[in-house]
């Protein structure tokens, strides 16, 4: 009897709640029988497009590359070996001159009086020498004088030596081959013994000096081959002379000395150069430095593809660069270099070769 005023006072409630429970029956039924959707699979992203080019590796010098400047092979000051007044130059500056050729003289003075008092002392000894010589085979004289005359005449002689030494030292010489490349007096100076007076080199042969650091000294021996590359683009072939023995203390490099011949003499000394030593031979790529790049963990090095189309990276091991390009070694005798797309191509990735060529210095 309960039951009637409750229904009674609650009749929207229920009204409501059982339309709810029919719209959520007819909905889970038609999810039921309602077959699912398709779901379209997803498309593969293509590979990105390369361009690829095949290198074969070829026998390279590995270089060695220093600096340096070129001396001339004698260098000397000529010097005068006697007072005098210089009264005459015979060589002109910058002229080839010859061992012994005269460029300049210093006035006699009274060197000619003083040959005549000297040639003129040495009859007088050598006429009292003979007189006492015979007296003494007569058993007139004895050995004592003699003697005392026999060493009266040798310091005449002696004397007359040191007067001619003298005159022929008024006589300046070159004492070697080579350039007039200074004047240090002229005519007219008066010269004390040692005073400079002209400069001398020879440039045939030259002398390249580097400095070969100690990491590298190992490699270079004397005789070995080298190259001279001059200012002005000239390249003359050179032979490594001498190797220094021992470090430079400050910089812990090695002197090392190169020949160059130079027999016209047109090549100056005291210039810069460029010296090439090459110390092995290796098997290297030619490549663009615009290919080089670097992996993750910072390495120089180029990117390839190999046999199945994955991108790779090799670290490269730089020799040298020319008008050509950079010369590179450490690889594989065949690869296939990226040359376009690099940048889009992952290593371990695959790629699509779009084209593909030889190189042609191969």
């Known amino acids: 009897m309960a039951l009637k005023p409750f229904l009674s006072r609650h009749r929207s409630a229920l009204v409501i709640l059982g339309v709810a429970v029919l719209l959520a029956a007819w909905i889970a039924s038609g999810m039921l029988t309602r077959e699912p959707a398709a779901v379209e699979p997803r498309a593969e992203p293509e590979p990105p497009t390369v361009a690829v080019r095949l290198s074969r590796a070829r026998p390279v010098e590995r270089l060695l590359t220093l600096q340096g400047e070129v001396l001339p092979d004698q260098q000397v000051m000529v010097r005068a070996e006697t007072e005098g007044r210089l009264v005459e130059t015979s060589a002109t500056l910058g002229a080839v001159v010859e061992a012994g050729a005269l460029i300049a003289r210093i006035g006699m003075d009274d060197r000619e009086a003083r040959l005549r008092r000297a040639e003129a002392a040495v009859a007088g000894r050598e006429a009292d020498y003979r007189a006492v010589a015979d007296l003494a085979r007569e058993g007139f004289q004895g050995q004592l004088r003699v003697d005392t005359a026999l060493a009266e005449l040798e310091a005449a002689r002696a004397e007359l030596e040191s007067v001619r030494l003298d005159i022929e030292r008024t006589r300046i010489r070159a004492p070697i081959d080579g350039i007039l490349n200074r004047r240090e007096a002229e005519v007219g100076d008066y010269l004390s013994v040692g005073a400079p007076v002209a400069e001398i080199l020879e440039n045939d042969p030259l002398k390249a000096i580097v ?117 590179v070694a450490g690889l594989e005798a065949e690869i296939r270099i990226i040359t376009v797309g690099q940048g889009f191509a992952t290593i371990g990735e695959p790629v699509r070769v779009l084209a593909e060529e030889t190189d042609s210095a191969s």
């Not at 190259?227 to 090392?256: L, M, P, Q, Y």
């Open 211 to 327: 400095q070969v650091p100690q990491h590298s000294i190992h490699r270079v021996q004397q005789g070995d081959p080298a190259r001279v590359e001059f200012n002005d683009a000239e390249i003359r072939a050179g032979t490594v002379r001498h190797v220094s023995s021992r470090a430079d203390t400050a910089t812990r490099t090695f002197r090392v000395e190169i020949e160059v011949d130079n027999p016209g003499r047109d090549l100056p000394s005291g210039i810069s150069v460029r010296v090439r030593i090459p110390v092995e031979e290796v098997m290297a790529h030619r490549i663009s430095p615009a290919l080089v790049t670097l992996d993750p963990e910072g390495r120089l090095g180029i990117k390839t593809v190999n046999d199945q189309d994955l991108v790779e990276f090799h670290v490269i091991d730089p020799m040298r660069a020319d008008a050509d390009g950079l010369w």
